[in-house]
């Protein structure tokens, strides 16, 4: 049940209401907004009724994630960049940190096309337990260094509760992965964190999927939360890793106020489709694009084949601004 | 096989492919390229060999569809469109043709947004027998007359052989649903007659499988084609009729030569949603959009939920215009 | 609208319906169910209502093919094999008829087996049109020559509407292929025919369009038909050419009251498979189970992996007959 | 690389090769097979290349989980119950523990229809944060008092790294649920566990994840694994909560010795399939069904939709039972 307060006495409405079912449900308020997950409207005392301006009670599980509880965008600033409610950004670096030197060599990369946020995987989820797992804390720091140096915000991975306390000493952005999206432990890990996560859909996560991990962070107490779609398995695999659900950017941006970021890189698989899904995601109205980049492609430690090269990355970037531009003069009109 | 003939004696080592192999497999021949289906490199003569500039064993099975057979792009002339090798087209139309006044009015919608051509349906693959079929002939009629008024061109579906004839008299442009993709009857049949054919990807059509249907049309002689991606079955269909595989574009750009069209209506199903998908498909390089209008959607004979109403129609017109107007600049970069 | 009549006056009670709604909609019945398309419960009169036992307004859009419409299963008589309502049938041949002989051998092996249907291919849908396409009306002959000389019924599949009157001088039963699941014309095509069908389910078919494509034959007034579970299209093809979806025959069981064959072959792609599945089938209800066989997979026309040479059918046949004796019992129990 | 040793000095050649790369990349040896991470033919040295009777480079990554590096049947024995190799077992259990005196009552029934592991969660992985959660250590107390009173084997989900001691010291059997299946650090954790674990297959996971998934935990020296199937995500989702891939009960025994469970409960959703279902994979040879089991499904804590009850538990158990008898003379005669 989400109910809307009549602007009279809404303070003391949600004092009332948060003691009446704060011992044994959840309440969330936003603005004049309160939220009771599980609460039927014959629950409500005459006085809370009267209260109420209106009262939604056809909402989602993933209450604190839909628009109906918080209309307004969500919007996450960090040092360097600013998501969501119109403002666009850039990330970008390898999949893997490799050296100091490389990530540094990266990260200007990225700075120069645009790129605000630095990303570079520490702890990699590989497929198979003999690939290369990642540097691991020497990753973190080599990657903070390089941020630090560009003047960029860092993003990273965390793969398990155990390491959320160490990738916090260095990251701007926790990262949780695809195939952690309902590693429901630590989505509550992540939640009790105060810094913004970037959550990536699952291969098989459908948008309400989405909507309740989500949820999970924000049951916590972080409502600081990205969503990324990264693509999505389907029937056809032949020429494409994955297929980039495009429409989700649009459907999310209806139900949820949680800025939504498209990765093309791993969407596509292939570094000749990254920059026009790129483009794609961003004229559907995605609040940012994060790619993955490497000067030597057929070197890299991990997914050298969908990485853009630095002029490849730099055209890219190019076009998503030009794009972006546009989308930006449709947002203002609407 | 794919043969690239040296520049000296071209024609007289065609005749000579044509002769040794033409009666017993399939034999095309394009500028100074010539397929021989099921050949193998052994069985050619010396002098075959000789002639040959390179040549091409691996390719796809849909070879004349491949941009190994035909490099540039096909480009679809029609009285009022032109369609590929960077021209841009616009289609609009209702569902199905409901009334000869109706298809009149939304004609000058289309016309007045930019569409060149008119689509709508006559007969139409209804999951349901119990549902409309479509007003037929008069459909037909409705439609053609509606097209000349406004100086545009036709297009509409025929879903049987037996239907062929009759269609081609009204048509300029013959659409092959979706459920349709692989009745290799029926496009058989279109491809004996020499008019542009736009084949719909199946629901669960992979990019091989519709190439492999082009082909069918090819064979026959017809290569006049046009490619739509309309949306495909995936595991995620609550708040999308189906997955709007926008990368399915540029996967076909590279690997065939024939202009690739997005229908976002179908895709997607719901109005609000059409508008960013088309503005998603055409910044990735889609050679045109078709999508469905109607003044009135509540009262469709069918699929009022994805149909655009005129407003909305000239507002998507105006930004897919602006994108395609980036993406021409790309184009000519490149 | 399904109407449950009262046992007094029920064939007057029939009349009046199809006298007050059979000229604007369809009406068909059923023992004492009368379903009326599209008619709400407000649009009956008094005595219409008076004569209901019970009226049914929640019920599939493929309302004959629903068990509320007809709660009894169908039993489809041929001259050799009885499918459905408990008896059990099994169907084999070759993919391809490759000449008359081969086809003669074949139909040995499957009599030996237990098979009294007889099938195999003279129209071959292929995904490529430079594979072999089949060798139609002889193949048709050769077929019918072998089940006549066996003993056995004839199944094959019709791919278009313009072969249905030919296919039916030779054949006990009509295939359509899970390509032509949503061809509308030619299942309206077969559905003025008066003979069996075997309906096939497509690719990315859903259950509902499953049924609805059987509504579509049975609108034209041809009931006898069979439901075909052949593999679906998923992420997962690496190992078999589709995901045999057995789950399906427990679900059609439940919502139809047609006979459901699986088709193990198709649906694995690989003959090593054929059999558990065939077993797996067998064991989850289904009223039959047809197989592709030939004696030298390796130069058979068509889908030779995916054969099962005599031996293996042998074998095959003896452990699904097994099974079915098993699931007679509990048939019988229930 | 898997190298076959020759019989002569196998021991010491076994030395050797582990002497040889041991330190540098990972090295398995079972009986007279060596698997070595990553190494190529030439990396053999002479001698070590006489030792070999086969060399094997084509082999899946996941090496210790092929049959082609442990050909035989993995057994896994537990004090009540032994699977695989022929050894067919029976789980059952309440979705989640309830209270001591529910799970005692479970147990009781689990036990009269001859199962010998008993299953339920202790920690529950719920869509939505809101869900009930489990009862955590409590249950896994609960769980394991009635394991003991029935003489039965325990089986519970771990979800997280930082709970594994704790369930350690109650389970049996470790159960890694489908939302974790690639959760590697979950993975690697059990593999540093002596106990045996059941993997079961994520809703998107293909053949390879899964077998790559099993690979993590025996790359930490953890054999004793089980796979489970549980249901996959396909566009067909109406009438049942996932699709049964039975079909993977088949490809999983010809790819890999680990012994294969199929759990339909979660596969289906729906009480009326569970059974046919927990049939058709017993048909197809899986080693093992696990079922939830509820005396009351209307009011269990989760998943009551799918529970069966006991008297419907009984008849299950009781055609399982007659199904696996068949299917053991046929793998008898094998």
């Not at 209106?54 to 307004?72: D, N």
């Not at 990699?124 to 337990?129: L, V």
């Not at 859909?201 to 409502?223: C, F, K």
Request: with cysteine; hydrophobic share 45%; charged share 20%.
């Amino acid at each position: 049940m989400i109910i809307i307060l009549k602007a009279a006495n809404q303070a003391e409405a949600i004092v009332d209401l948060q003691k009446h079912f704060g011992d044994h449900t959840d309440v969330f308020v936003h603005n004049n907004r309160v939220a009771i997950v599980g609460a039927k409207e014959s629950d409500l005392t005459a006085a809370e009724q009267a209260a109420a301006e209106e009262i939604i009670m056809q909402h989602p599980a993933a209450v604190q994630s839909s628009r109906l509880f918080h209309p307004e965008d969500t919007v996450i600033n960090l040092a360097h960049t600013i998501i969501g409610g119109g403002h666009f950004s850039l990330s970008a670096g390898p999949c893997s940190v490799e050296s100091a030197e490389h990530v540094r060599k990266m990260a200007a990369v990225a700075k120069a096309g645009g790129a605000t946020l630095l990303r570079g995987g520490a702890f990699k989820p590989r497929t198979s337990p003999y690939s290369f797992q990642g540097l691991e804390e020497d990753g973190l720091k080599f990657l903070r260094a390089a941020a630090d140096e560009q003047g960029m915000d860092m993003i990273t991975e965390v793969m398990d509760e155990m390491h959320v306390d160490m990738v916090n000493e260095y990251t701007d952005v926790f990262q949780i992965g695809a195939r952690n999206m309902q590693n429901f432990s630590l989505l509550k890990a992540v939640g009790k964190m105060r810094k913004p996560v970037l959550l990536k859909r699952g291969m098989s996560g459908t948008i309400d999927d989405l909507m309740n991990a989500a949820e999970y962070i924000a049951a916590g107490g972080n409502t600081q939360i990205m969503l990324c779609e990264r693509g999505i398995r389907t029937f056809d695999n032949k020429y494409t890793r994955n297929t980039f659900d495009v429409g989700a950017v649009s459907v999310l941006h209806e139900l949820t106020h949680f800025p939504v970021i498209v990765d093309p890189s791993h969407a596509m698989g292939h570094t000749d489709l990254v920059t026009p899904m790129a483009v794609a995601g961003t004229a559907a109205g995605a609040d940012g694009v994060v790619v993955e980049i490497h000067d030597d492609p057929a070197h890299a430690f991990s997914d050298g084949a969908q990485a853009l090269k630095p002029d490849q990355f730099m055209e890219m970037a190019k076009r998503v601004q030009a794009v972006e531009a546009l989308v930006a003069g449709w947002r203002e009109e609407a």
